[in-house]
């Protein structure tokens, strides 16, 4: 299924719930394979933000480490060549901040 169309399907799913008829059978007559959990915060998420809320706007995951270990990873590899092999940056990372961090 392809972004507007996701989109128009949720947008659906939502009006369909609105109406009153249950998740399951809004999920089915949609077509698209969602849980509860989803249904309702696509619901509560057009409540609170309006259209909005049904785009997709998700792209690659956020940064997830301290400052700290951003500053360090960056200043390390901007030292190194383009062809530098994660195997030893993980290694670093794992010895200096005991964390490791998958590539």
Excluded: N
Excluded at 71 to 83: F, G, I, P, Y
Excluded at 96 to 102: M, N, P, S
């Amino acid at each position: 299924m392809e972004k507007e169309q996701r989109r128009e399907a949720k947008q659906h799913l939502v009006v369909l719930m609105h109406q009153g008829i249950s998740w399951k059978e809004a999920r089915a007559t949609v077509g698209v394979h969602i849980s509860r959990s989803t249904a309702y915060r696509w619901v509560q998420g057009v409540q609170s933000r309006g259209e909005a809320a049904l785009l997709d706007r998700r792209h690659g995951h956020p940064t997830k480490l301290r400052e700290a270990v951003l500053q360090w990873l960056v200043a390390r590899l901007s030292r190194q060549s383009t062809d530098a092999k994660p195997a030893p940056v993980q290694a670093a990372l794992q010895e200096q901040f005991d964390i490791y961090v998958c590539v």
